[in-house]
């Protein structure tokens, strides 16, 4: 369906790109991750098995992209069919991770993917390469640590919450140019989901409600971030784009759970303490058996369930959830 896809983002779409930055504390390659992965060993994915970046690689007919640092040679061969920039922990913006030390942010992705760039001209020749990318997918999920790394600040000098998701979307604006001129021309973009009902920010209010304050946050750069994207799709040439309403959707499933299979929206699987909360997932805590009925594996992330639902409608879904096209609409443009 397309030849190549690569992924930016943060610990949503991670495949290991982390396992390999020796101080970073965001990582996922040690117990319970991975218990349902086909090899049942945890990889350096947030996640009981496979993430969005699986399922999106399976639904466009491609193995999973790899993730960029794992590759010893960086030569033409293996960037074929797409690689993955994708860092846990990344933002938008430098520095979201200080507290996980160690990062690979938007910026310093889209660097790497320049690199690969170069690469593929040299290789394949200019046009070939051009037309290789220019029918690939280049998927963007970020944002959301850069509005956790907001509300975490005690910083009284910070800017308005405002003024931050406008030099949000301004940077990111910048970096999709920057892909743009090396190529890119197919993009799958998601808003950011009501993260103020993850368990991470529930399990710090009395009566286990989501923390509105984040989620109106991401719901104000989710607005922004739809009209940049028309913007953009007007000024360059060739841009095709589907933007997907990872906040609408997550807030269908946590109301109506039955609809989806799921019974538990608000507790983690895998930790320790009131909603499972109090403890990450690290391999003293405990996960429970019935994966399938929860939404949320850890702190932060969805499980294998609510990703493959999540891909599902990122890639076939209605007008509700996917703007304005579906990703199998975009690969077929």
């Known amino acids: 369906m397309v030849p190549a896809m690569f992924i930016f983002g943060d610990s949503l779409v991670d495949v290991g790109n982390n396992n390999h930055l020796p101080v ?9 991750n991975g218990i349902d992965f086909p090899t049942k060993k945890a990889t350096g994915r947030f996640s009981n098995g496979k993430n969005a970046a699986d399922f999106l690689a399976e639904k466009v007919g491609l193995p999973s992209s790899p993730p960029y640092l794992s590759l010893s040679s960086k030569n033409a061969s293996a960037f074929m069919t797409g690689v993955s920039f994708a860092s846990g922990g990344a933002g938008i913006f430098n520095g979201t991770d200080q507290t996980l030390r160690q990062s690979m942010p938007l910026t310093q992705q889209v660097g790497d993917y320049e ?23 280049f ?30 979307i301004l940077t990111l604006k910048q970096l999709v140019q920057r892909i743009y001129a090396h190529g890119g021309r197919k993009f799958f973009i998601s808003g950011v989901a009501p993260i103020g009902c993850t368990p991470s920010r529930r399990v710090r209010i009395q009566s286990e409600a989501c923390n509105e304050e984040i989620n109106s946050m991401a719901v104000t750069y989710n607005e922004r971030l739809k009209s940049m994207l028309q913007k953009l799709n007007s000024e360059l040439k060739g841009v095709s784009y589907s933007y997907f309403d990872a906040y609408a959707m997550l807030e269908n499933i946590i109301q109506k759970p039955a609809t989806y299979g799921f019974t538990e929206v608000k507790a983690a699987c895998c930790g320790l303490g009131t909603l499972k909360a109090k403890v990450p997932c690290l391999p003293i805590a405990k996960y429970c058996s019935n994966r ?40 077929a443009v």
Do not use: C
């Open 24 to 32: 970073s504390i965001a990582k996922a390659n040690f117990p319970h």
């Open 115 to 137: 690199s690969v760039y170069g690469v593929l001209v040299q290789k394949l020749g200019s046009s070939p390469a051009q037309k290789l990318l220019s029918k690939s997918l």
């Open 139 to 168: 998927a963007i999920v970020i944002g959301s640590n850069d509005i956790f790394g907001y509300s975490n600040s005690s910083d009284r000098n910070k800017s308005t919450p405002q003024e931050y998701g406008d030099l949000m």
């Open 292 to 331: 399938k009925d929860h939404v949320f594996w850890d702190l932060f992330h969805p499980t294998e369930a609510a990703a493959r639902i999540l891909v599902d409608t990122v890639f076939d879904g209605p007008s509700q959830y996917t703007y304005p096209m579906n990703v199998r609409q975009l690969i």
